[in-house]
């Protein structure tokens, strides 16, 4: 039930803030949150959004700056959420071909981390009266991992090639 899951959250949510409120708190969210969900839950600090396909990041970061800056949400809110993308990706199944083609996966990710850096900024332009020098700028950082593959000859498990692009800028 659905119902319960969201008064469960809510709940440990604000367990959570009272415990230590010198402290952010973040969810991993499944998808872009809306503005009934940031104001159902005014105690989250930090949302993280799991956005497929990895063309949709463009269009979640736009979202993401509408929301910020609409003035439904209070302005002391609006001015302390942030978020991040949790997960990104894209399937290495090509269903032109029917086959794995791990090169355009590793392409396709490499383009989203070039969108998020190149979008960032826009992410964190807000109301005029910041006044904390740590919310007005952008940082971006990237944690990559790499799935280890079975090798069909000898069973064994060996690293992916990983390729990796970090931002020179913001």
Same mark, same amino acid.
Not at 37 to 51: C, H, K, M, S, Y
Not at 81 to 89: A, D, K, L
Not at 147 to 165: A, F, G, V
């Given at each position: 039930?659905? #119902? !319960?899951w969201f008064r469960r959250f809510r709940e440990v949510v604000a367990e959570t803030k009272k415990e230590d409120p010198r402290h952010q708190v973040t =969810?991993?969210?499944?998808? %872009?949150? #809306?503005i009934k969900?940031?104001?159902?839950? /005014?105690? !989250?600090? !930090?949302?993280? $959004?799991?956005?497929y396909p990895i063309e949709a990041i463009a269009g979640a970061m736009?979202?993401?700056?509408?929301? !910020?800056n609409d003035t439904r949400i209070p302005k002391e809110q609006r001015d302390r959420?942030? %978020?991040?993308?949790?997960?990104?990706?894209r399937s290495a199944y090509d269903e032109k071909t029917g086959r794995v083609d791990e090169n355009?996966?590793?392409a396709g990710v490499?383009?989203? $981390?070039? =969108?998020?850096?190149?979008?960032? /900024?826009? =992410? #964190?332009k807000r109301s005029e009266e910041h006044t904390s020098e740590l919310q007005s700028h952008s940082f971006i950082s990237y944690a990559v991992f790499c $799935?280890?593959?079975?090798?069909?000859?000898?069973?064994?498990?060996? $690293?992916?090639?990983?390729?990796?692009?970090i931002p020179l800028s913001h």
């Open positions: 039930d659905l #119902d !319960v =969810t991993a969210w499944g998808g %872009m949150v #809306d969900t940031v104001l159902a839950f /005014p105690e !989250v600090d !930090v949302w993280g $959004l799991n956005i736009q979202q993401w700056h509408q929301l !910020v959420i942030s %978020m991040y993308f949790s997960e990104i990706g355009a996966q590793r490499e383009q989203a $981390l070039r =969108t998020i850096s190149q979008y960032a /900024p826009i =992410t #964190d $799935l280890k593959k079975k090798n069909k000859k000898d069973n064994k498990r060996k $690293l992916h090639k990983c390729s990796i692009y």
